[in-house]
């Protein structure tokens, strides 16, 4: 058994009807390099033979009586390929806009919390002979980092294959209800010495964990704590921009059941152009384009703000002893994303500055500080605390902490197969919640940037305009 962080519960109790904990990803695959079609079977039986190398494909959730406790992952006794991976099919043409559709009404149904939480998708039917396949897999189980050891794992350097562990006998015993009441008991009785633990490095950083910041009181709490352990140990202050308002938008709401996505790609070497002409960093550079591109959405939906909208861009603490622990080991770091600004290279210039800004502040905070924050409240509270900020922060009297996600995951530049058929790219989609109705995912791959673009239906039904204007913006960036 293996107990969920605070951090991984996090986004189980986020969860309502309208905000799901899962993310995804959609593989465009050419199976012209395998032997005969790619269909169901042959993808079941890929996924039976891994299993060996991703035990949390067949993790289930074991819940704590009463939520005393985090809840734990066990084997599922009763794990059915069958159910997992399933197959569809688009109507002809079977262009990207009907596989953005289809990808979008999937992603907006709730995992089975009574199975091991992913699922898998074989999509035919796409134009030029390709086949795509989505993967939807709960954020509980997996951060960007340990989501890339899973495709790693499925994934192979050539189209033959290889060799894979032969499986191992039996499943670990799912324990009672009597057993799960005693675990919880028990860490009831942690909870102090969980508290305890956290609270030096937690607490004077408090005002930096804008989710919690957002509750009347905990950043002026984090803000003295801070002054005080300065004083104690005659440390500077660093540079903070936990003050940083997050204006008002059209994505700044509360979200609906329904999801929209759009997704592409940009070639890397123009971005390297980009980033070499201008003397920034390849992530500068995507910060940049995106916040040029929705500027343009904002100016054409005639509400663009005067100030900089507030970015929440996570990145791994992941260590290298962390490896192949799967879960969340991320901190989620804020970083103006500065619309106000027309000229294209002046906000790169200015983005690389706030960016440089937000790494000397990452580098001033404890890796755990998102986790040990949580500790902070009573895991028989965690779901009502966490949807209760989400509703301040969208409520008339507060603010949204961040506006919107951006999330740039580093990828192979070399080609892989599945099941024998070539990747042809790999588009991430991640989760939209209350108050940031729009996230950008990236991930690098063989000589491009595949981004996946999800919105909120309702607020953003035409998000698929930003991936042009993403293309638009490098454009003028890499021109003479």
Known sequence: MRQLTSLDSQFLAME???????????????????????????????????LPLVPPLRWRLAEVPFGLDYSYWVDDPDFDVEFHVREIALPFPGNEAQLAEQVARIVARPLDRSRPLWELYLIQGLDEGHVAVLTKIHHSVIDGLSGTEIMAALLDLAPEGRQVPEPTAGVERVPGSVEMLARGVLGLLKAPVRFARSAPAALPNLAEVRSLAVVPGVARLGQVAGLTQRLALRRPRHKSLAGLPAPRTPFSGRVSGHRKIAFGQLNLDDVKVAKNRHGTTVNDVVVSICAGAVRR?????????????????????????????????????????LTQIADPAERLRLTHEALGDMKERHRALPAELLQDANHFIPPAVFGLAARSTFALATSGAGRPPWNLVISNVPGPQFPLYLAGARLVANYPISVITDGMGLNITVMSYCGHLDFGLIADRNQMPDVNLLMGWLRAELDLLTKD
Not at 310 to 332: E, K
């Open 297 to 337: 959405w904002l100016i054409e939906h005639d509400a663009l703000p005067d100030t900089p909208l507030v970015a929440q861009i996570p990145i791994s603490v992941r260590t290298d002893a962390q490896i192949g622990t799967y879960g969340n080991r991320i901190m989620l770091q804020t970083a103006p994303l």
């Open 16 to 50: 309502t009807a309208r905000q799901y904990g899962h993310v995804a990803s959609i593989a465009v695959l050419d199976p012209s390099t395998r032997d005969g079609a790619l269909d169901l079977a042959a993808l079941q039986a890929l996924l039976v033979e891994r």
